[in-house]
């Protein structure tokens, strides 16, 4: 490569120095590299950033399992979509079913991270067996209703069950459904036990109560009022509100079990139930939750 050709130019005291062709198109080469890859970092740098964002909300992500009394089906459905609005990389799983057959789930050594049971009674027992990381936090109280999905319920009343052209009743199983427990003791306190009991089908817990009168297994059953105002019933037939002072309350409450003691999305989802969106979600289900059951 020749050597570059320099000069004084005293008139001005600057040094002017002039290269080779071929040295002038190897600058010129280097400097589009050199802006290429600052045009590179300056693309990369915003990606990196959200790259960034990403891995530390999915290291803050967390997993809860809940147990959760099949009255709150809808109701909870609904909780679990407004927490993930402000929580999506969280990942919650509710599993339904009877309160009584979670609380020996949970004995056994069953996965579940919270546990909310339509009996305030079996987390209450589970924390004084040292299976809680929590005290028993109630949140509801449920009702029972007369519900049809072909007769207008809305006329009836406990009495109407002994009509002949009735020959089925759903009620959910007594012996492990707080629901079906409430039912019974309805039933009793009026006399109508003995008449209506030949006449009675068991639901495992009290969704699957409803679905024998929904599909027509049932002419009618003793639900959760807060199943039969879900659209999808609520559509289907009327429903008649049985007087609470037939039973015992329905007094519910939850917990978050020991497995899940270290469990910060199960803390947080836990104070999350006391919020204002899910108290009114609640609500409109037709639980009266503790504080207005307080005032009354």
């Not at 570059?4 to 280097?30: F, M, Q, R």
């Not at 919270?114 to 809680?132: H, N, Q």
């Not at 009509?163 to 009743?169: E, F």
């Not at 199983?173 to 079906?180: D, R, V």
Request: charge should be positive; hydrophobic fraction near 45%.
């Amino acid at each position: 490569m020749k050597l570059a050709e320099s000069y004084i130019n005293e008139a001005v005291g600057e040094w002017h120095i002039t290269l080779p062709e071929t040295d002038v198109v190897a600058c010129e080469a280097k400097r589009a590299s050199m802006g290429r890859r600052l045009l590179h970092m300056k693309f990369l740098h915003p990606l990196l950033v959200v790259c960034l964002l990403l891995l530390a909300t999915t290291a803050h992500a967390g997993k809860v399992t809940i147990a959760a009394a099949a009255d709150l089906k809808f109701a909870m459905d609904e909780i679990v979509a407004t927490f993930k609005k402000t929580n999506p990389a969280d990942e919650v799983e509710v599993i339904y079913g009877s309160s009584g057959k979670f609380y020996a789930q949970i004995q056994q050594g069953a996965p579940y991270d919270l546990y909310f049971s339509a009996d305030i009674g079996f987390p209450r027992e589970l924390v004084k067996a040292g299976f809680a990381a929590s005290g028993v936090r109630p949140y509801a109280f449920g009702r029972i209703v007369l519900w049809s999905a072909s007769l207008d319920a809305s006329r009836m009343t406990l009495a109407s069950l002994t009509d002949p052209k009735i020959t089925r009743i759903a009620i959910a199983n007594p012996k492990h459904a707080p629901y079906g427990k409430r039912a019974e003791e309805a039933l009793r306190a009026s006399g109508l036990w003995e008449k209506v009991e030949p006449k009675l089908v068991y639901g495992e817990n009290i969704a699957h109560t409803a679905q024998f009168v929904q599909t027509g297994n049932a002419q009618v059953g003793i639900i959760a009022l807060s199943l039969a105002l879900n659209p999808e019933l609520a559509g289907k037939g009327g429903y008649w509100l049985i007087p609470a002072t037939l039973h015992e309350p329905l007094e519910q409450g939850f917990i978050i079990t020991k497995r899940a003691e270290g469990n910060a999305l199960a803390k947080r989802f836990a104070d999350y139930m006391d919020s204002q969106a899910a108290r009114a979600v609640m609500v409109r289900y037709g639980f009266v939750l503790p504080r207005d059951a307080a005032g009354k």
